[in-house]
């Protein structure tokens, strides 16, 4: 894949042990999310990734605190992203954030700040 190429990546939380669909359900939230942020405020990079097959990718961490750390490096470089938070009606409270959304940017963009991520 060329650097130049786009990708959204959804950083999803495994401490939270969320049951398969609730993982997607949380990752479908912030794909949807960043996508609609992504439309309206760098529509380059959003009709670029549409354009090339919007390419996601999952990965995951181990912790809340390293998910906001991957968002304030995301905020400082101006990277569209979406944090989601669940509303609590199914298997885990209220108020938890499950994971990030970032992008779509491009490849490059965001491997530097994910590129060290497994895959969930």
Same mark, same amino acid.
């Not at 605190?65 to 101006?78: M, P, R, S």
């Given at each position: 894949?060329?650097?130049?190429?786009?990708?959204?990546?959804?950083?999803?939380?495994?401490?939270?042990?969320?049951?398969?669909?609730?993982?997607?359900?949380?990752?479908?939230?912030?794909?949807?999310?960043?996508?609609?942020?992504?439309k309206?405020?760098?529509?380059?990079?959003?009709?670029?990734?549409?354009?090339?097959?919007?390419?996601?990718?999952?990965l995951k961490?181990?912790?809340?605190?390293?998910?906001?750390?991957?968002?304030?490096?995301?905020?400082?470089?101006?990277?569209?992203?979406?944090?989601i938070?669940?509303?609590?009606? *199914?298997?885990?409270?209220? /108020?938890?954030?499950?994971?990030?959304?970032? /992008?779509?940017? *491009?490849?490059?963009?965001?491997?530097?700040?994910?590129?060290?991520?497994s895959?969930?």
């Amino acid at each position: 894949m060329a650097p130049d190429e786009r990708k959204m990546v959804i950083v999803m939380r495994s401490d939270l042990r969320m049951s398969k669909g609730k993982i997607a359900a949380q990752a479908s939230h912030a794909a949807v999310n960043c996508a609609f942020a992504s439309k309206k405020r760098d529509p380059r990079n959003f009709d670029a990734w549409y354009s090339q097959g919007q390419r996601k990718v999952v990965l995951k961490v181990d912790s809340l605190e390293t998910l906001y750390e991957i968002k304030a490096v995301a905020d400082a470089q101006g990277i569209v992203n979406s944090l989601i938070t669940d509303q609590g009606r *199914t298997e885990i409270p209220a /108020g938890s954030v499950t994971c990030l959304g970032l /992008g779509p940017a *491009t490849e490059a963009a965001l491997d530097k700040i994910t590129g060290d991520l497994s895959m969930l």
